[in-house]
């Protein structure tokens, strides 16, 4: 492989046989993946942070409550205990064998997501002020729609660059998916590379994509958090 | 209007139970503006913030306009609609904008459709001089000037009874008259008033009744040229004497 020159091996890895869409193809399962787990993940994140909250906050806990919060309790321990690729496997081989390998991936990376968006979300209700509670209550507004009007539009505001960073870390994580055959933008690589025996141009590619959809993410965070501080601005 | 009877509240704290109201009994008259004063930690603003439940009684009653607030299966939602409440910090909601702050809780609560509540806002708004502020959010506005919408907010709702938990203790100097002047304002209209505060001079042309809480107590009550030219117990002769110096 030495004596190739570094132009064949390019065209190789890459033009020949239209290999560059192993990437392309791969980038957008991983795009994909990413976007709608994180979906998933805020969703289970806000309900999982509204119960806990609600129950350190309510005085009578109703049956209901305790066991919300205890089922709660018990997934973050296990999401948060045991590794990514163990539990993408265990989804794929054992609870859900005959599903779409992409919607596996996608609910099982939702899943764990979900429980770290959770307790991001958990201390962003608990950093806004008790007195935003105090004066919606005041007003006439319900626990609910003090939360929903109040609370958790400050608290998003608050937490957002940590939400984003979940983002950007869930797109890296993302890269396991090959394990269970699901063609995402690493796997392609290493397609690639098992079809030409050159593993170096292919990873190098693989890297400086995730590396610049990264840069990029980091970009849009600046422009929220612009837009978010409009508020805070004098 | 408002009538609370033996009204006692402890908190339970990791350093143990603190009893901060020791049997208060009071009532406040239509119209009337009864203003509260008291040492720090004397007990007065749980007093009032025992008023619309945002403490909860250990024990004794609350009655609002002949309802007992505090009864199992009360909507309290409902009740505070009818209570405006004004706070040390003011509390606006950062994330909107002041007529945003204004009609959120009458649209929400369907008590004005968005044009009535916008135009309310307005009003009010241009009452307090603060109508080019519609569209700024909180934090661009002066602590004086957020007390004041703080204020309107509240009035927004239509409420029966005002509660001020020390409305200028937050404020810099300069900037106190501009609150007390719209709440001397809102008193010469007929609201009902409960205000806890240490500005005495409010105390002496607004009230028409001034309490004295320590310990958890009504320790005294009178009329303002009563209680401060010839107040009865002693301490409320040490506690004058110590704040008007």
């Known amino acids: ?234 | 209007m408002i009538s609370v009877k033996n009204l006692y509240k402890t908190f339970h704290t990791l350093a143990g139970d603190v009893e901060v109201l020791k049997g208060i009994d009071c009532q406040i008259a239509k119209g009337e503006k009864v203003v509260i004063v008291g040492p720090s930690g004397s007990g007065k603003s749980t007093f009032l913030r025992c008023m619309n439940l945002l403490e909860e009684p250990t024990k004794g009653e609350i009655w609002f306009d002949g309802q007992q607030i505090n009864a199992p299966g009360v909507n309290i939602d409902a009740v505070r609609a009818g209570m405006g409440m004004v706070f040390q910090h003011f509390n606006l909601f950062p994330h909107l904008t002041v007529k945003k702050n204004i009609t959120l809780a009458p649209v929400m609560l369907k008590k004005q459709s968005h044009e009535e509540a916008e135009e309310n806002a307005m009003r009010l708004l241009k009452r307090i001089g603060l109508e080019e502020k519609a569209e700024a959010y909180p934090n661009q506005l002066s602590g004086g000037q957020k007390q004041r919408i703080a204020i309107v907010r509240s009035l927004a709702m239509n409420p029966k009874v005002m509660l001020f938990d020390e409305p200028t203790s937050a404020l810099d100097p300069e900037m106190v008259g501009e609150v007390l002047a719209v709440m001397k304002e809102l008193a010469e209209d007929g609201m009902t008033m409960a205000v806890v505060t240490h500005e005495m001079n409010f105390a002496k042309e607004v009230a028409n009744r001034v309490l004295f809480v320590d310990d958890g107590q009504i320790l005294e009550e009178n009329e303002p040229e009563a209680f401060f030219s010839n107040p009865q117990n002693p301490r409320t002769q040490d506690f004058l004497s110590k704040i008007l110096t």
């Not at chain 1, 507004?141 to 608290?155: K, W």
């Not at chain 1, 950007?168 to 030409?196: H, P, W």
């Not at chain 1, 190098?204 to 990029?216: D, N």
Request: proline share 3%; hydrophobic share 50%.
């Open chain 1, 1 to 234: 492989m030495g004596d190739r020159s570094l132009a064949s091996r390019l065209y190789d890895d890459f033009i020949n046989q239209n290999r560059y869409m192993y990437l392309v193809r791969g980038l957008g399962n991983t795009v994909l993946i990413t976007i709608f787990a994180l979906l998933i993940g805020v969703i289970i994140g806000v309900i999982i942070a509204l119960i806990r909250v609600n129950y350190h906050q309510s005085r009578k806990k109703s049956i209901l409550l305790r066991i919300a919060n205890l089922v709660c309790g018990l997934y973050l321990t296990v999401i948060r205990g045991t590794p990514m690729v163990v539990q993408l496997m265990i989804m794929y081989f054992v609870i859900w064998a005959s599903g779409a390998p992409i919607m596996i991936a996608i609910v099982s990376f939702g899943l764990n997501s979900g429980a770290y968006v959770a307790e991001v979300i958990r201390s962003g209700i608990q950093s806004v002020d008790r007195g935003q509670t105090e004066a919606g209550r005041s007003l006439g507004l319900n626990a609910h729609q003090t939360m929903l009007n109040i609370i958790l539009p400050q608290a998003f505001k608050n937490v957002a660059p940590a939400i984003f960073n979940e983002f950007i870390v869930l797109l890296k994580e993302t890269s396991v998916a090959g394990y269970v055959g699901i063609q995402d933008l690493t796997k392609g690589g290493d397609i690639i590379r098992s079809i030409t025996y050159d593993a170096f141009p292919p990873l190098l590619v693989v890297a400086a994509v995730y590396l610049v959809i990264v840069i990029l993410l980091t970009q849009v965070l600046h422009v929220i958090e612009g837009r978010l501080a409009k508020s805070d601005l004098r």
